[in-house]
């Protein structure tokens, strides 16, 4: 499959390098241009490309990998979010006060990035482990249990097939007003780490 990335700092870098391992094609985009990433991209190797965020939108599965502080001119820089699906993988976090998380009671943060990509399905993924935790991505890597919740069932399909097969174990937590309240940053399952060690046949 082919992954578009908005943002390619730490999370769309980690995250390339497991889908990269796989065959999978990324192509990373920052508001700097793709000038700026020839060196991240000759890291990563083959099956990796750079462009601009409209580019990355021009696929079927985008992933949103920017500060929330920039979420909102991260999405609008694409027109049209319909058919698409957008995995949201940031937390909301205040950078001027990263220890006070305002008020959780609304909208989960996946439900607000949703209202700004209209027409996107979007599904919260890879946001409840700090990337270090996940910085091997050899076939040989211990298994990770990655959360993913989302209202569009077939894309939640489609993208927990992918995690299994690069290596990770998917958990589907349902919509993005349940599951996502649980996995989002304050959530009881942010930062958990769960990971089979030593891989065993049952
Ligand atoms: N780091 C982790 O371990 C981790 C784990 C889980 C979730 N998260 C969440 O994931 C998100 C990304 O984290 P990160 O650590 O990858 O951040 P990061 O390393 O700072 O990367 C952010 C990227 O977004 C780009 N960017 C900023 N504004 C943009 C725009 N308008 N359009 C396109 N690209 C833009 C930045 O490049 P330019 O500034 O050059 O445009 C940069 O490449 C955050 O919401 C974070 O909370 C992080």
Known sequence: MKFRFIGAGVVAQTIARHLLQFGHEVLLSNSRGPDTLADVVSRLGRGASAGAPQQAADQDV??????????????????????????????RINPDNPGDLGDLSGPTSSEIVAEQAAGASVIKAFNTIPMQWIADASPEK??????????????????????????????????LAIGGRQQQIGGPLAGLNLTLKDRFVL
Not at 63 to 73: G, K, M, Y
Request: aromatic share 6%; glycine share 8%; charged share 20%.
């Open 62 to 91: 985008v992933v949103l990998s920017v500060a929330w502080a920039r979420v909102p001119e991260a999405l609008a820089a694409i027109p049209d979010w319909s058919g698409r699906t957008l995995i949201d993988a940031t937390n």
């Open 142 to 175: 211990p298994k990770t249990v990655l959360f993913i919740s989302g209202d569009d069932a077939s894309a939640k399909t489609a993208l927990g097939d992918v995690l299994e097969q690069v290596g990770f174990a998917a958990v589907d937590l349902g919509t």
